[in-house]
Every structure is written in structure tokens, then in C-alpha cells.
Nanobody
């Protein structure tokens, strides 16, 4: 079973940067893609970014495009989210998630890490 452990959240001023990490264990041949999602108080969970474990395009929510970068280190089984030019509206609990090949949902989720961006 895939297990995800997130780290790197914290408090940062607007315009600052944070890098989130997601350590993945139990990854199998069916593990296909990793995604980052976030959920702010009073809002639904929203997609942020995604990447596959093989060569291919990444994709981003329009709200973070040009500011956030998703990356991976296959040897370390770790996925990162580099967040630059942070805005107060980026404040949320950030989750990493794993999606298997042939699935249309992300089946495994991390515990979440709080990101707070002050004005």
C-alpha cells in the first residue's frame, strides 16, 4: 500500500517561497502519477499540480502556473512542490496524492501540511 508523508509547510510572508516534500513508500508498478492538492478554510479541495513517474508533461492549476513547480526524484521516491511568489490566497492545507494507472481518482493521500502566507 502506498504511504505518503509530507513536510515543508510553514508560515511565510507574501512574496516568499516554500518547498514541500512528499516521501512515497510502497510504490508499485501500477503507481502512475503524483498530484498536489490544497484546501483552504470554507473551500473545496482543489487541484494544484501533477506529474507522472515517467517522462511526460506536468500540469498546473491556472492560479499557480508560473509560480509553482512540481518535480520528482525517482531514486528517492520523493515528489516536491516548489512554491515561489506566494500570495495570501495560497494559504491552505496542502496534500500530496498518488494515482494508479487505470484509475480516475487519486487513491492515496498524505496527512497534509499547513501553508500560511501572511499579508
Amino acid at each position: 500500500q502506498v504511504q505518503l508523508v509530507e513536510s515543508g509547510g510553514g508560515l511565510v510572508q507574501a512574496g516568499g517561497s516554500l518547498r514541500l516534500s512528499c516521501a512515497v513508500s510502497g510504490r508499485t508498478f501500477s503507481s502512475y502519477a503524483m498530484g498536489w492538492f490544497r484546501q483552504a478554510p470554507g473551500k473545496e479541495r482543489e487541484f494544484v499540480a501533477a506529474i507522472t513517474w515517467t517522462i511526460g508533461p506536468t500540469n498546473y492549476a491556472d492560479s499557480v502556473k508560473g509560480r509553482f513547480t512540481i518535480s520528482r526524484d525517482n531514486a528517492k521516491n520523493t515528489v516536491y512542490l516548489q512554491m515561489n511568489s506566494l500570495k495570501p490566497e495560497d494559504t491552505a492545507v496542502y496534500y500530496c496524492a498518488s494515482r494508479d494507472a487505470g484509475q480516475f481518482e487519486y487513491s492515496y493521500w498524505g496527512q497534509g501540511t499547513q501553508v500560511t502566507v501572511s499579508s
